[in-house]
């Protein structure tokens, strides 16, 4: 965050709701916005987001064009009140977000800090899923994927989502097989295959809507019966089901895949008019896009010759650009370089579930610990481990003294301790070419597990559950030959001599 000039902050949780009625929120968000009022009857809301408040918090404290761009973030919880949380960490009432946010006097930088939070946050992600350091794993896709998004009850011009594969995920992605290209299947684009293409009267389906700006006018969509209609796309051009009798006008809204004649077209949506005991009315010349829902097997709108394929996923992270949404609502403005007017600041809001990612990347810990260790995790005494990232790892060491706790064996973990916290080159008893030649563990990411009570066998169950990357063993082996086992994940138990750890 620092490389993109971000600046940490801290937003409260509890809110007032004014400004979120203010931007129409406390509307769109509805239900799934935690409000109730305090001993003064004023309305309080819990955070599920904060564009509002950073809105006003930078907004009023921006006089001149000079002060700009600014860019903050902060690490903290959000609220939404979710009609089904499911899947552990995947959806819950309450979640650790870091949510980021860009202000910039006009579009072009603006886009500019878009494009700079993706470049970060793709860096972020690489870090997040990297299971590399086991080339023994076999190889599996990519681990993390961008797709465009729409931008929901969040508004503004153009959205990504971030995503990992996982079969408990919510979201459909659809991917071309040839090129890059992904995006969420609401929104994505492909061409027809031949099979959807229409073009006579009884491969066109119609569905008639009202129009949401004009009481007296219908919307027909027309698209390829062997399509479905896409919701976002329904809601971009019309309201709710036509239920009144003859509309005065109709809008034709027609699917870039149905390729009838005009005639035919008109025929069609006479038909639907008819069926819905309307008298025949005049239509609209059509107006072409994509109105349809892609489909696996399409060919991919952007390189036209690959097919799209659909996977599982869910969702890490999403990236907004705003525009002016919220500055206009909330009135901040400054007068750019060189002109008289006021204009709205530029904005873009920038968010990464950690929460969720805790959850996502537990998923591939465990899964990564069956196809590491795939004898101990089948069978009747299978057994469960995690295998984390190195970046994720609660610690990186684990310093294990087997019971009994001798006051020499104490001291020489203490000591193997301070040795691995300055770097250490162990002395190994076979120097192979996957042997570590020096180490070095800072001491707040080194465990050391002296509970008295507890076997070797239990201390190693656990261990494997926590997910420890390297484990020191000072046990029967080391009491005999001042040996320290070292368990490496993904590699053949070692043995090494560190100086000063031996029994005397
Ligand atoms: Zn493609």
Redesign the pocket.
């Given at each position: 965050m620092a490389d993109i000039g971000a600046s940490r902050v801290e937003m409260p949780q509890l809110l007032s709701s004014a400004l979120w009625h203010k931007t129409g929120r406390v509307q769109t968000m509805g239900s799934e916005l935690y409000r109730f009022k305090d001993r003064r009857d004023a309305e309080l809301i819990l955070a599920p987001t904060h564009e509002e408040e950073v809105t006003k918090l930078i907004g009023s404290d921006i006089e001149s064009h000079k002060a700009l761009p600014v860019r903050v973030y902060q690490v903290g919880r959000k609220f939404r009140d979710e009609p089904r949380p499911r899947a552990g960490l995947l959806r819950t009432k309450e979640f650790l977000m870091k949510d980021m946010y860009s202000f910039d006097m006009d579009v072009t930088s603006a886009k500019e800090a878009y494009q700079a939070v993706r470049g970060a946050y793709a860096n972020i992600f690489n870090r997040l899923f990297d299971w590399s350091f086991l080339p023994q794993l076999p190889h599996s896709g990519p681990a993390w994927r961008e797709a465009e998004a729409d931008t929901g009850s969040m508004g503004g011009s153009f959205s990504h989502e971030f995503h990992v594969e996982d079969p408990i995920g919510e979201d459909t992605l659809l991917s071309?097989d040839?090129?890059s290209?992904a995006a969420n299947v609401e929104c994505a684009a492909s061409l027809a295959s031949p099979e959807q293409r229409a073009t006579s009267l009884d491969q066109v389906a119609v569905g008639l809507y009202a129009a949401a700006d004009d009481p007296a006018c219908a919307v027909a969509m027309v698209y390829p019966a062997r399509a479905t209609l896409n919701p976002l796309a329904l809601a971009r051009y019309a309201g709710p089901v036509w239920s009144a009798s003859t509309p005065e006008r109709v809008r034709v809204v027609c699917d870039s895949a149905v390729e009838a004649h005009d005639d035919v077209l008109e025929h069609a949506v006479q038909r639907a008019l008819a069926e819905h005991g309307a008298a025949p009315v005049r239509t609209t010349e059509p107006s072409r896009t994509m109105i349809r829902t892609a489909q696996v097997g399409d060919h991919?709108a952007?390189?036209r010759?690959?097919r799209l394929e659909e996977h599982r996923a869910m969702e890490i992270g999403h990236t907004f650009l705003l525009g002016a949404r919220y500055s206009e609502a909330l009135g901040y403005a400054v007068v750019p370089a060189g002109r008289n007017q006021r204009e709205p600041l530029q904005m873009g809001c920038y968010g990464i579930g950690v929460t969720r990612i805790l959850g996502a990347l537990a998923q591939r810990a465990m899964q990564t610990y069956a196809q590491v260790n795939p004898a101990a995790a089948q069978g009747k005494r299978a057994r469960a481990g995690l295998v984390w990232p190195t970046a994720v790892a609660p610690y990186v060491a684990l310093v294990l003294p087997a019971i009994p706790h001798t006051p020499q064996k104490m001291q020489a973990a203490e000591r193997l301790c301070a040795l691995l916290d300055r770097g250490v080159e162990p002395a190994w008893r076979d120097a192979r070419a996957d042997c570590l030649t020096s180490i070095r563990v800072p001491a707040a990411e080194i465990a050391v597990d002296d509970r008295p009570d507890r076997s070797l066998g239990s201390c190693l169950f656990d261990a494997e559950l926590v997910g420890y990357p390297l484990v020191f063993l000072l046990g029967k082996h080391w009491e005999k030959t001042g040996e320290v086992e070292v368990r490496r994940i993904g590699h053949a138990t070692q043995y090494a001599t560190f100086e000063g750890v031996c029994p005397t």
């Open positions: 071309c040839s090129c290209y991919c952007e390189c010759t690959g």
